[in-house]
């Protein structure tokens, strides 16, 4: 399928500015690789420039691009064999401190299903029918995944980390 | 409150400057481009191109996308790659190793497969787990497509090999070695299997098993027993899935679908039951076995954690992965990997 148009190049500096690191975030937690992570988020916004989808408000545009980058780590994970472990001073680099990073560790042990809907729902804010349509789950599964993420990353962290 | 730290340490997590960098680059230069053909569209840059025209033979149609979508990767990258174009034909497909490069401890290579004679190579075409690749050293490797040229007919991987010991990668021979591909994949999601779960057996014959795998939260090797297949009649509307067994197990509803040719066509499901108002219920843990020696057929068994009166209440609905074809060849090029 050919692209219909392609935004002008301001407009890519832009996304880049303004969702850059809103979905290198979540990119860098859900595939533990910083160059697997650089590659999905490309692709989400090069997605979003060819496409060039319109939106009622900044809410929805955000709520797409998170879309599109929890598909495209979706289906990486799918294809890998390997399962990349950043290690904690890796981790640091990208801002956090040395206390966070363990937390940080611990949630990137949780399975992938889980761990979006941790971070979608605890760091992104997102209520859980927004979640739902997100990851293309009910929200009775939503739910369940929120739960059952929560507990196990109590258990790794608390097993782990204090 | 883990919550909190929680929060506060994902959005900690900055894109990193020099990142942020280059991604703009890159998309700038995209959105200046003229759309491409491509499936993931590229668009190489005006400087690229003179910088091709000056450095590389005259390449063939097929080979012209690859460095397209090599420039849109990254211009920098892109130059650092040695073209190679070498390949080998059989059962009227083409494998050519287009270009190469090795940086620190990993290499990277370009290849492509075309169908001179029908349409057997498409978007959706993976080389799975039937490629080798021999070094003289140990490595880890991976290939994953990232293009497809309907013009041409040809599909682009990105083999991704690393030193097994974390050391430079040495310049040598490589040998990429293919014996089989799948192509026109498709997705199948939100497949109602009429089953009567209310009519689940409530004592079936279960039978010890080896299993080949499993997953899930409550995956137990140990004291897991599957059903010996119990329905006679097969409620899966998806050609090549049998569904072969439903009955509690200590508790737990076990749902049992038979995969026909699994090492031929890399045919999956996953299986999941829907409540009346749309509610999902996974299963917590899924079984693999091989029904027969050499078969090649495949057991999957998913074992749901709900009530008897809950389940009469759902119905059971699978998303299905298919291939519908696979292309069976000798395809091996040796070429240089220089450092």
């Given at each position: 399928m050919e692209p219909s148009s392609v935004r002008p190049a301001d407009e890519a500096e832009y996304m880049v500015r303004t969702y850059g690191s809103t979905l290198f975030r979540l990119c860098l937690v859900m595939l533990g690789s910083e160059s697997d992570a650089e590659d999905a988020v490309q692709d989400t916004i090069l997605t979003y420039l060819q496409k060039a989808p319109s939106f009622a408000d900044a809410g929805h545009e955000k709520a797409w691009l998170i879309t599109v980058a929890a598909n495209r780590c979706r289906d990486l994970l799918r294809r890998r064999t390997r399962h990349p472990q950043l290690p904690l001073e890796d981790l640091e680099?990208?801002?956090?401190?040395r206390e966070e990073c363990g937390i940080l560790e611990a949630l990137m042990q949780v399975p992938p299903r889980f761990r979006v809907v941790l971070v979608l729902y605890?760091?992104?804010?997102?209520p859980m029918e927004e979640i739902a349509r997100i990851i293309h789950r009910s929200v009775s599964a939503v739910k369940m995944r929120l739960q059952k993420g929560r507990r196990l990353l109590e258990e790794i962290y608390r097993k782990e980390y204090l | 409150m883990e919550e909190i730290r929680l929060k506060q340490a994902v959005r900690a997590i900055e894109m990193p400057r020099a990142m942020e960098a280059r991604m703009t680059q890159r998309l700038c230069r995209a959105a200046r481009r003229r759309p491409s053909r491509w499936t993931r569209p590229a668009v190489a840059v005006l400087a690229a191109a003179l910088a091709l025209t000056l450095t590389m033979p005259v390449l063939a149609a097929h080979v012209e996308p690859v460095y397209d979508l090599m420039y849109l990767v990254s211009p920098a990258m892109a130059q650092s790659f040695q073209p190679v174009q070498r390949s080998d034909q059989d059962n009227g497909i083409r494998m050519e190793v287009v270009s190469a490069r090795i940086q620190g401890d990993s290499a990277q290579i370009y290849l492509t497969l075309q169908d001179l004679e029908g349409?057997?190579?498409?978007?959706?075409?993976d080389l799975y787990d039937s490629y080798t690749i021999r070094t003289p050293y140990d490595t880890t490797g991976h290939c994953e497509r990232v293009g497809y040229d309907a013009t041409t007919g040809t599909a682009t991987f990105l083999v991704t090999l690393t030193h097994l010991e974390g050391q430079a990668m040495p310049g040598d021979k490589i040998t990429f070695s293919l014996r089989e591909f799948l192509s026109r994949k498709e997705e199948r999601t939100g497949v109602n299997l009429p089953a009567d779960l209310s009519a689940a057996s409530t004592a079936p014959a279960t039978q010890a098993v080896d299993l080949r795998g499993g997953s899930g939260e409550a995956f137990e090797e140990s004291s897991f027993r599957a059903l010996v297949p119990n329905l006679r009649d097969n409620a899966c509307p998806v050609e090549g899935f049998t569904l072969t067994g439903l009955g509690w197990v200590e508790g737990r509803l076990h749902v049992q679908l038979l995969v026909d040719d699994l090492l031929d066509n890399d045919n999956h499901a996953q299986l999941y039951l829907t409540g009346a108002h749309g509610t999902v219920v996974e299963p917590e843990a899924s079984y693999s076995f091989w029904?027969?020696?050499?078969?090649g057929d495949s057991y999957e068994e998913y074992v749901f954690s709900l009530s008897p009166e809950e389940a009469a209440g759902c119905r059971l609905t699978g998303d299905f992965f298919l291939s519908g074809s696979h292309t069976q060849g000798n395809w091996k090029v040796t070429f240089p990997l220089e450092g």
């Open positions: 680099a990208y801002g956090p401190d605890y760091v992104e804010e997102y | 349409d057997r190579v498409d978007a959706t075409t029904a027969e020696e050499g078969s």
